[in-house]
């Protein structure tokens, strides 16, 4: 598999083999043997037949094969459980905590002794320990569930909804304490949840596919209403950006733990019911209901399970992504995709992960405390990239018996309306008919966007006034307002939203999948992250060139560490996964590290902003576009070809690697140059080139099409953004995110949702 085949959906099975011919299940040949399995429990159709007696040899040694792991981790766990309790602000090292847990000579009756261990320290250690085990085993039950290795708690919404939750508090409501700050966390997460649930339940019973997409939309469009609280809120920004890092600072007392203390045991008696059901599940909807259990049912089961869990980890700690992730690729790299070894151990590594990392927040910045969740991002990105790396631990995590991979079928281009055809003399020029009247209805909506743009504003402007202010006519003080004012800020969003819908188009038609955006490698957050460092190294913001070369450095980085372009999918998705993890850290650092009205200003910018953006910063996103869209255009018919299988490629006399290779620079150098202008917009480069693609039809790459239709997005995002409320800006980030949520539903979920 190559980077061609990466996505959402293929990673579940990113390293199954070719799948068995038609009329017949399952069968152990027709996999790669792994010598592994032979030690492992299972069905009989799990693993090769052995002599009478094998079933039993292969329970104990699985058994034997992994209690050394849980013992281990066990012992690592009280290691650092007692390191916690010994490391602090105070003066108070191991012996005295030691007497004070031992009660040795009176300890408990020293005041100091019993403020710092019992009401700080021991608190805070069981905080970290269940958090950090209710977060692992969410993400191994997801995981499971949805049998993809890469899904975290995050594709549930659950983060997104306790942050909405956080702010409306702050910001509607005038919340202030942790209690109050724990109750909405709560509440925002079980909502989040809930409409998940009924969003993947809506249609198809709650496939796992639905489960992830819905998720993700829902998620999308509670980030883009928790930034739109926030930029109008200072005070509801300066407490959020504090709580979003994620810190265990908070943890007062036993009275915060014992009010949660009772929906985390809920969530954990429910994923040990919930184990049987689930390992029936790992053999395919069909076994699972001829051995009594109902698919739906125990999807229902495990995300009320994930959300009961997640929703008491992030009410008690904010916000700690990647660590259901890295805990659950621990575990399996351990214990095989056996459910019940599979969570016990994924529990254990994900206290052991935060307790280590809470630790390392006390002492990395003495006297102050880092970020407990970039101390998760910082130490559990390197070691998820070593873990893919490993071919055992790979193999482990990523395959999938029950469910064979469905037979790789030549894509058969539809057959395409006559073209119009130019000849003057010996030359000819062939003209697509559909996509050249595609082209010419949105060049006539651009223009009728950047119109009603530059009419939108403070001024009594009317539209004919605007229409010929636009091209230099009319009054003097029109053409000044217009073409001085508005039109810098409008060519850049055009510039922006073009560079995005070309970068989109590019790479979703070099993964074959709808999913695939600049995202998918980290060029975002990378690109953000540059830019977010040359202003602090420089002093000014706005170095356009800092965006293409984090977003270079990013893919540099995924594709060297995932073993190069013809890596395996799923490499590329954990590889870019960790990177956005990293530069996401550096973002929120970088933030809470300045003043409330610079941070203020520069999150506005991450969340996607054309405010004060004008020609000189567009201009060099349209010297780049002038370079690169041609060079697309030459590309294009190429990557075509690479909608077929690389062998006919190859056939058809085309290097699907060097097409491949092009076609990334190309989408890294418009995305980065984008960010350079307007920071991460979400959405656009999904979205544009869906649309253009249903307007000039199939047969063909919708290249220039995108283009267009990426800065029409991006200049009626901006407009609506700055005429829905009165007298108050959202950026064009925060509009397109929370459009983009419901979009991604309609696209993904209707009826060629199954496709994508």
Request: charged residues 15%.
């Amino acid at each position: 598999m190559t980077l061609s085949q990466a996505g959402v959906h293929e990673a579940s099975s990113a390293a199954a083999p070719a799948a068995p011919s038609p009329g017949r299940g399952p069968h152990p040949e027709d996999r790669p043997h792994d010598p592994s399995e032979d030690r492992q429990e299972g069905p009989p159709g799990d693993r090769k037949e052995g002599p009478p007696g094998s079933r039993p040899q292969g329970r104990r040694e699985g058994v034997r094969r992994t209690w050394p792991f849980v013992v281990g981790a066990l012992a690592l766990l009280l290691a650092l459980a007692a390191l916690s309790l010994s490391v602090g602000a105070g003066e108070v090292g191991a012996g005295r905590v030691l007497d004070y847990l031992l009660d040795r000579g009176g300890a408990r009756a020293d005041g100091r002794l019993a403020l710092v261990v019992g009401d700080l320290r021991l608190p805070r250690t069981v905080t970290a320990l269940l958090v950090g085990a209710a977060l692992g085993v969410a993400g191994a039950q997801l995981q499971s569930v949805t049998r993809n290795p890469l899904a975290e708690t995050g594709l549930l919404g659950v983060n997104a909804g306790a942050s909405l939750g956080v702010v409306l508090g702050i910001a509607v409501l005038g919340v202030q304490t942790s209690y109050g700050y724990l109750a909405f966390a709560f509440g925002g997460a079980v909502l989040a949840s809930t409409l998940v649930l009924l969003i993947a339940s809506s249609r198809g019973g709650g496939s796992p596919m639905r489960l992830v997409l819905g998720g993700s939309a829902v998620g999308a469009t509670f980030g883009g209403l928790t930034g739109v609280l926030i930029v109008n809120s200072p005070e509801a920004y300066d407490r959020y950006r504090v709580w979003v890092l994620g810190s265990l600072s908070g943890v007062e007392g036993w009275e915060t733990l014992g009010r949660l203390a009772p929906v985390l045991g809920v969530g954990f008696l429910l994923a040990l019911l919930t184990t049987r059901p689930l390992t029936a599940l790992a053999l395919g909807d069909d076994l699972a209901r001829g051995l009594g259990h109902r698919p739906g049912a125990t999807r229902a089961a495990v995300a009320v399970t994930v959300t009961l869990l997640t929703a008491s980890a992030v009410a008690l700690a904010g916000p700690i992504s990647f660590l259901g992730l890295l805990a659950g690729f621990l575990a399996r790299s351990v214990a095989g995709p056996r459910v019940g070894r599979l969570t016990l151990l994924a529990a254990l590594f994900g206290a052991a992960v935060l307790t280590g990392a809470d630790v390392l927040a006390r002492v990395v910045a003495r006297p102050f405390e880092a970020p407990v969740s970039v101390i998760v991002a910082l130490v559990g990105a390197p070691a998820l990239i070593a873990i893919v790396r490993s071919r055992r631990s790979a193999a482990l995590a990523m395959a999938d018996p029950a469910e064979p991979a469905p037979p790789v079928r030549h894509a058969e281009p539809p057959t395409p309306k006559p073209d119009l055809a130019l000849r003057y003399g010996i030359w000819s020029l062939l003209l697509p008919r559909r996509t050249m009247l595609a082209s010419l209805g949105l060049a006539a909506a651009l223009l009728a966007a950047v119109v009603v743009s530059a009419h939108a504003g403070q001024s009594e402007l009317g539209l004919g006034r605007t229409f010929q202010a636009v091209f230099g006519y009319g009054e003097r003080l029109d053409v000044l307002l217009v073409q001085k004012f508005r039109l810098g800020r409008i060519v850049a969003g055009l510039a922006a939203g073009a560079a995005l819908g070309l970068a989109g188009c590019l790479t979703q038609t070099l993964a074959r999948n709808r999913l695939a955006t600049p995202e998918l490698l980290g060029v975002n957050d990378g690109a953000t992250a540059a830019v977010l460092i040359s202003a602090t190294a420089s002093g000014t913001f706005g170095a356009w060139w800092a965006g293409p070369l984090g977003a270079l450095a990013a893919v540099l980085v995924v594709t060297l560490v995932s073993g190069g372009l013809g890596a395996r999918g799923y490499r590329v998705l954990v590889v870019g996964l960790a990177m956005s993890a990293l530069a996401s850290a550096v973002i929120q650092v970088a933030l809470a590290r300045r003043s409330l009205n610079s941070a203020g200003s520069l999150y506005i910018w991450t969340s996607g902003s054309l405010n004060g953006r004008d020609y000189a910063v567009a201009t060099p996103v349209l010297i780049g576009l002038a370079v690169l869209v041609p060079l697309a255009l030459a590309t294009a018919r190429r990557l075509a070809v690479l909608r077929f299988d690389d062998s006919v490629a190859s056939a058809l006399g085309v290097d699907p690697g060097r097409v491949r290779l092009v076609c990334l620079l190309l989408a890294v150098a418009l995305a980065g140059l984008a960010v350079g202008v307007c920071g991460p917009v979400g959405f656009v480069a999904l979205a544009a080139p869906v649309l253009a693609g249903r307007l000039a039809g199939p047969a063909r790459v919708p290249v220039l099409g995108s283009a267009l239709t990426g800065a029409l997005l991006v200049v009626l995002a901006d407009t609506l953004g700055r005429v829905l409320i009165g007298g108050v800006e959202i950026p064009v980030g925060i509009v397109t995110t929370v459009l983009g949520g419901p979009f991604l539903l309609w696209v993904l979920l209707g009826r060629k949702g199954s496709t994508v």
